[in-house]
């Protein structure tokens, strides 16, 4: 069974840093296109970054050039460093990946998700 596990979520201040860590576990036979989305209260879940297995990168324009993703192949890992938060972006953050697994398959895994918080 696939799952993908994600943390580093936190209450920071407006202009913080905060570094998110998502790791692919179960009998994977090959990780595709890793990524990030993201929820605001309100509004719908919307893509942030997405990262192929050659280290091809895409970000949404709300971060890009502010945000960074990552990828550690080995260690089945994807990273979302979000350096200079704003406000806007305090969101639940979700982790998605495209995989190639025993029996079942390739299909798209999400992340039970990690709450971001920025406030003064």
């Known amino acids: 069974q696939v799952q993908l596990v994600e943390s580093g979520g936190g209450l920071v201040q407006p202009g913080g840093s905060l570094r998110l860590p998502c790791t692919v576990f179960g009998n994977i036979l090959s990780v595709y296109d890793m990524g990030w989305y993201r929820q605001a209260p309100g509004n719908a879940r919307e893509p942030v970054a997405r990262?192929?297995?050659?280290?091809?990168?895409e970000y949404a324009a709300s971060v890009k050039g502010r945000f960074t993703i990552s990828r550690d192949n080995v260690k089945n890992t994807v990273y979302l460093q979000m350096p200079y938060l704003k406000l806007e972006d305090t969101a639940v953050y979700y982790c998605?990946?495209?995989?190639?697994?025993?029996?079942?398959?390739?299909?798209?895994?999400w992340g039970q998700g990690t709450q971001v918080t920025v406030s003064s």
């Open positions: 998605n990946a495209d995989i190639s697994a025993s029996v079942a398959g390739r299909n798209t895994y």
């Open positions: 990262i192929t297995h050659n280290g091809r990168t």
